[in-house]
């Protein structure tokens, strides 16, 4: 069964910044699609970034990020399979949702950010941002 565990959430200043981390465990597969994606309430998930994980392959380590944080967050995975960041910087009140790590098998692809395409998720970590 695979577990994805989220940390680094919390609450921060307009204009401050905040690293999440997320690790995949019982994983069978050396590579897939992670990805964020942020909820608040009443409204649908949406995709914040992604990154393919693959190590090898030409596509591997490209990434996606939705049009509300280009320029302010960046994905990156680490020396760890399947260990992911989302650097924020920058933040903004309206970017207080939970977080949320996600992932699936293959690239992630033009549609990264259909979270019915995932498989798996974490629990959430709340990240909440003061004006």
């Known amino acids: 069964q695979v577990h994805l565990a989220e940390s680094g959430g919390g609450s921060v200043q307009a204009g401050g910044s905040l690293k999440l981390s997320c690790a995949a465990s019982g994983y069978k597969y050396s590579s897939g699609c992670m990805a964020w994606f942020r909820q608040v309430p009443g409204k649908e998930r949406e995709g914040v970034a992604s990154?393919?994980?693959?190590?090898?392959?030409?596509?591997?380590?490209?990434?996606y990020y939705g049009d509300s944080v280009k320029g302010r967050f960046t994905i990156s995975q680490a020396d760890t399979k399947n260990t992911v960041y989302l650097q924020m910087n920058s933040l903004k009140p309206e970017d207080t949702a939970m977080y949320y790590c996600a992932i699936r098998t293959g690239a992630c692809g033009d549609a990264w950010y259909l979270s019915s395409r995932y498989n798996d998720w974490g629990q959430g970590t709340q990240v909440t941002v003061s004006s």
């Open positions: 990154i393919y994980t693959n190590i090898i392959l030409p596509n591997g380590g490209t990434t």
